[in-house]
């Protein structure tokens, strides 16, 4: 079972930024797909959050109208587009797998690192 991040990297305030997560070794569409972040300094917050089943999402207020979360069950991909970014959203981003019925079952990745600055 891996979930593995990619898209991360430096980028100006206000700018925009696609983070990918690659699930394998199991079927994602069983489970709820999120996206955490990790600031230093900071604990672990739910940024967004695609449920398994119908596809509806939940956001952070932090982000809400700035990213999108979405997911491709046929790829076993989840993504979030992150635009209009702030030095605030500077943060390690984690992808979260958590079935949707069988709790104990829950995933991370390694994390990618987004960081906003001029």
């Known amino acids: 079972v891996q979930l593995v991040e990619s898209g991360g990297g430096l980028v100006q305030p206000g700018g925009s930024l696609r983070l990918s997560c690659a699930a394998s070794g199991f079927t994602s569409s069983a489970y709820d797909m999120s996206w955490y972040r990790q600031a230093p300094g900071k604990e672990r917050e739910l940024v967004a959050t695609?449920?398994?089943?119908?596809?509806?999402?939940n956001y952070a207020d932090s982000v809400k109208g700035r990213f999108t979360i979405s997911r491709d069950n046929a790829k076993n991909t989840v993504s979030l587009q992150m635009s209009s970014l702030k030095p605030e959203d500077t943060a390690v981003y984690y992808c979260?797998?958590?079935?949707?019925?069988?709790?104990?079952?829950?995933?991370w990745g390694q994390g990618t690192q987004v960081t906003v600055s001029s």
């Open positions: 979260n797998a958590h079935h949707r019925i069988f709790r104990n079952r829950e995933y």
């Open positions: 695609v449920i398994s089943a119908g596809g509806s999402t």
